[in-house]
């Protein structure tokens, strides 16, 4: 049984351009959220979903970013245009809700260039 | 005020020592606690939960005090293995983790 699957690993994006990174959750999981770490920082919350529905968003910056977790395939984080600010590691994790605990994927670093 | 604070450290220990790490949390209606560990340029890994009563796992010592909101982690016989980053995290309802910034830690031979 596969645990979060992220990819890409890597992530170059020249300024203005998008990023898509993509996350498989654990099978069985409905639970997904997403975390940035910025260089020599902690874990910053972004955005909780649930199949279909977003549940919790405060974290998401208000411009160029949005996330989706659809019915079949993986959650997607998208940012538009993006900005060297943004260049961070993006953690995906899953879980089957309530008090269960979480898996987190190997993350997507993404660099703007 | 940051919602979980902790000393960014680094901690600098020989083999062997014991080292504690301490981390304050601001909401008191925080329902869950952990301690992560997290490797350079590697994901969190959940170490262990912490409860008020107490929390042991071989070398590692987790305690709660709900009245004071602080978190504490106990390593003792430090390894080399030991070096990493040590994350503070609480959950509210919800289900959401909330990180603090971590605590390097670097065991020296």
């Known amino acids: 049984n596969a645990g979060v699957m992220q990819n890409p690993r890597h992530l170059v994006r020249r300024r203005g351009q998008e990023a898509r990174l993509r996350c498989s959750p654990v099978k069985g999981h409905s639970h997904v959220y997403w975390y940035r770490q910025l260089p020599e920082e902690g874990l910053k919350f972004m955005v909780y979903?649930?199949?279909?529905?977003?549940?919790?968003e405060s974290g998401m910056p208000k411009e160029r970013f949005s996330a989706e977790f659809p019915k079949e395939g993986p959650s997607i984080l998208r940012i538009q245009q993006v900005v060297r600010g943004d260049s961070a590691a993006y953690f995906c994790?899953?879980?089957?809700?309530?008090?269960?605990?979480?898996?987190f994927g190997s993350g997507t670093r993404l660099t703007v260039v | 005020r940051k919602e979980v604070e902790q000393d960014p450290g680094p901690f600098n220990v020989p083999e062997g020592a014991t080292v504690a790490f301490n981390c304050t949390y601001s909401?008191?209606?925080?329902?869950?606690f952990f301690w992560y560990r997290q490797d350079c340029r590697k994901e969190p890994k959940l170490l262990m939960s912490v409860y008020s009563s107490g929390n042991e796992d071989g070398r590692f010592t987790a305690q709660l005090n709900r009245a004071s909101q602080y978190i504490s982690l106990l390593i003792r016989d430090s390894k080399l293995s030991d070096s990493a980053t040590y994350l503070c995290?609480?959950?509210?309802?919800?289900?959401?983790?909330?990180f603090g910034g971590g605590t390097r830690l670097m065991v020296k031979p």
């Open positions: 909401n008191s209606a925080s329902q869950s």
């Open positions: 979903l649930q199949k279909e529905n977003i549940i919790d």
């Open positions: 994790a899953s879980s089957r809700g309530g008090e269960s605990g979480y898996t």
């Open positions: 995290v609480v959950s509210n309802a919800g289900n959401m983790l909330t």
